[in-house]
């Protein structure tokens, strides 16, 4: 059933992993999705050609959200393809460094917090002349915000900045109707989660979630779906934990 007919929807990091299987299950459930992407052209154009050959519509949107005009940049864009209103901002791009403290690098430190907090931040603040009420805004959390996890230093401090965002956002917003959360997924079988591909990197991760099994994207990606419905009406200021019981 197509609940979300007639939305419109930006994902951001749209052209792998999750943000690549939440951009399908949006154009699945009927909305219009324009698919950003910062290096990755190819790939972003085989996922807008693979929601449009399911009878759905999607654009593809470049932009490298490290920049700081990036955001305004990209709410520019988006502008010029859905005009007025836009329902739908799941800001998932994000990178990932693990690292020593002693070998984190301010250029480092800076980069992620550019990508993972500020460009998110501007992002829905550019964007608010056309997200207006029923509007849904989903933030990508992790569960390195609330548990150790590795040496993930800077990059679990980025993450706990976007559970503090969310709260935030969602008081200011609410009285514009406009929801805003989080998922907060565990060990995902992505590109960023490169040790999953190794055997002991997967038991270290099978070992600390109650479900013994490595996630995909699209676990992830039915809750996206799900936060954008209308069937979460009732649901914000809550980062939603995806992450098959870990570290419980």
């Given at each position: ?83 007025e ?18 070998d ?6 800076d980069r ?55 709260k ?46 490595i ?34």
């Amino acid at each position: 059933m197509s609940t979300l007919s007639g939305k419109t929807a930006l994902v951001t990091g749209a052209s792998r992993g999750i943000g690549r299987a939440s951009a399908l299950a949006l154009a699945g459930a009927g909305a219009q999705v324009l698919v950003h992407y910062g290096r990755a052209a190819n790939e972003a154009e085989a996922v807008v050609s693979e929601i449009r050959k399911a009878g759905g519509r999607a654009e593809a949107l470049a932009a490298d959200l490290a920049a700081p005009d990036a955001p305004h940049k990209l709410a520019r864009d988006v502008r010029a393809i859905v005009g007025e209103r836009l329902d739908i901002l799941v800001a998932n791009a994000g990178i990932s460094k693990a690292a020593k403290i002693e070998d984190t690098t301010l250029e480092d430190f800076d980069r992620l917090f550019a990508v993972n907090v500020r460009a998110p931040f501007f992002l829905v603040q550019q964007l608010l002349p056309i997200l207006g009420q029923g509007g849904s805004v989903i933030f990508v959390s992790s569960v390195v915000a609330r548990a150790v996890v590795g040496q993930l230093y800077a990059y679990a401090a980025t993450k706990g900045a976007i559970d503090t965002l969310v709260k935030y956002f969602a008081a200011a917003l609410g009285e514009r109707g406009i929801r805003i959360n989080a998922v907060a997924p565990g060990v995902v079988d992505t590109d960023m989660s490169n040790f999953t591909k190794t055997e002991a990197g997967r038991n270290a991760a099978l070992g600390m979630q109650a479900l013994k099994r490595i996630a995909g994207p699209n676990d992830i990606a039915g809750v996206v779906a799900f936060l954008a419905s209308d069937e979460a009406r009732w649901i914000t200021g809550d980062t939603i934990r995806v992450d098959g019981g870990s570290k419980l």
